[in-house]
């Protein structure tokens, strides 16, 4: 009964000559010229989206790029177990290849895949522990190729995601600097305990009087050694080079007498030690320290 009407329906439209057949034809495509441009217009806006279909979204691996590279720390030791984030930058986007992610081997090394080729990217290394500023900027290679960092990525410094000390392992997360309750401050590579003085200028015997003075967990605190001090010494650390954890506003502090009118200190700012007179106080601090009790 379907195929019956639909003869019906072909045999009354059917040209009864040729030239039936071609004024017909004609018709069809006997558009005014703004309808044949929009007709054209979607034509090519389809073929254009069918290309980037097939050409970026539908592109095999062979036709992505890939970065290699190796993670150390700051004594060039190979970083295992850190996830590495590859971010595109902004020029524009490309849908589908916005973020990369690799997990570093036991030798530090790592490879990103189904990054766009030849656009550049920001690396940076990621932990659950720990958070640092490094991170490394590059183009990637050509369609199948793969980009090789000419130098490791090197993690000069990182801090505890809750913030505080500087990470001394970047596996545990364990800090060098431990901070008490009551403002002991401990150093697990020395062993040595260190209190804070009062942050304001002051000279060396006002320094030597608040160290003698000081009674925080029993007392016993000392004036430090230059050798002590240059041991807190961390280029990049703080805004001092030294662990936030000690926070002082000077520049320089006290150290041991070098003789009846003149006293060391060590100059933070520059890693150097130096002597003064002792009646001078301009940007001075005070540390006492001591042996850790066993």
Same mark, same amino acid.
């Given at each position: ?39 054209? *217009? ?47 930058? *902004? ?11 690799a997990v570093t081997g036991a030798d530090?090394?790592?490879?990103? *895949? ?9 690396? *940076? ?170």
């Amino acid at each position: 009964m379907i195929t019956h009407s639909f003869k019906e329906a072909s045999k009354s439209n059917w040209p009864n000559s040729r030239e039936d057949w071609r004024r017909s034809t004609d018709e069809s495509f006997e558009k005014p010229k703004g309808e044949r441009k929009d007709l054209m *217009k979607g034509g090519l806006a389809c073929l254009f989206t069918l290309v980037l279909a097939f050409g970026f979204c539908g592109c095999s691996e062979s036709k992505q790029s890939k970065v290699e590279g190796k993670l150390v720390d700051w004594n060039g030791k190979p970083v295992a177990g850190v996830k590495i984030i590859a971010q595109q930058v *902004k020029e524009p986007i490309i849908k589908g290849y916005e973020k990369a992610e690799a997990v570093t081997g036991a030798d530090g090394t790592f490879r990103l *895949k189904g990054l766009f080729p030849s656009s550049r990217y920001v690396l *940076k290394p990621w932990s659950d522990k720990w958070t640092t500023d490094t991170s490394v900027t590059m183009y990637t290679a050509p369609h199948g190729e793969t980009a090789v960092l000419q130098s490791p990525m090197v993690i000069e410094k990182a801090y505890p995601i809750k913030g505080g000390s500087l990470v001394l392992d970047l596996a545990t997360g364990a800090t060098r600097f431990m901070l008490s309750s009551d403002g002991v401050i401990t150093d697990s590579t020395t062993g040595l305990e260190w209190i804070v003085g009062p942050d304001r200028d002051m000279n060396y015997s006002q320094a030597q009087e608040w160290v003698a003075e000081c009674n925080v967990r029993g007392g016993g605190w000392r004036m430090p050694t230059r050798q002590q001090l240059k041991t807190l010494y961390q280029k990049g650390a703080g805004e001092h080079n030294i662990d936030p954890l000690f926070k002082i506003e000077g520049i320089w502090v006290w150290a041991e007498p070098r003789d009846s009118s003149t006293a060391w200190y060590f100059v933070f700012n520059i890693g150097l030690e130096s002597c003064s007179p002792r009646n001078l106080s301009g940007a001075s601090r005070v540390f006492g320290v001591r042996s850790r009790p066993r």
